[in-house]
């Protein structure tokens, strides 16, 4: 996708996948906020909670359960500072599932908001929800036909996601505190 493409044809609805609660924040919450303040409808679709944390907490123990909570509160916030609006899907963080009857609902979750631009994990990332969510992504873009743009981001360069050589930059000199607030 070229910055060409998008003056011509700004995204009337943005649809940015995050594995987790900060993903999309960290990777791309510039660019959304400036597509939100331009008018654009933004959701950030989080695909899991963000429940087992960098420690990976057991599933369910109330730990988790809190840490769940708490991300899901962060995330919210985040969004407003954004101007978008938060949507979750509820996989286990940590074991995010990209099966075939996963990628029919994941398929489904999308067209609900009937993107004109999805941006999502970039696919060579060394944490596997980050690469699924990569996976359910792009094929959900060829299952519609490629009738939208299908974007990448990075997350922790160097650390998580390698590789990564992009093509299209934004100019977020208008947004980049926000961003870091949401951050």
Not at 98 to 103: K, L, P, Y
Request: with cysteine.
């Amino acid at each position: 996708m070229s910055s060409i493409w998008l003056e011509r044809n700004p995204p009337a609805r943005v649809v940015a996948i995050a594995a987790h609660p900060d993903d999309a924040e960290a990777g791309c919450g510039g660019t959304l906020a400036q597509f939100a303040d331009a008018g654009a409808d933004v959701v950030i679709l989080y695909l899991t909670r963000g429940e087992a944390g960098t420690r990976y907490l057991p599933a369910g123990s109330p730990a988790s359960n809190d840490l769940g909570a708490a991300r899901v509160r962060e995330a919210e916030r985040a969004c407003r500072f954004l101007g978008v609006r938060p949507a979750f899907w509820d996989q286990p963080d940590g074991r995010l599932a990209t099966s075939a009857v996963e990628q029919q609902r994941f398929c489904e979750l999308i067209s609900l908001h009937d993107p004109d631009l999805v941006l999502t994990h970039w696919p060579v990332d060394s944490h596997p929800d980050h690469r699924g969510a990569a996976t359910l992504a792009r094929q959900a873009w060829v299952d519609f036909g490629r009738r939208f743009q299908l974007a990448y981001y990075e997350v922790m360069p160097g650390v998580q996601t390698m590789d990564f050589q992009p093509d299209w930059y934004v100019d977020i000199s208008q947004s980049w505190k926000r961003k870091r607030y949401a951050c």
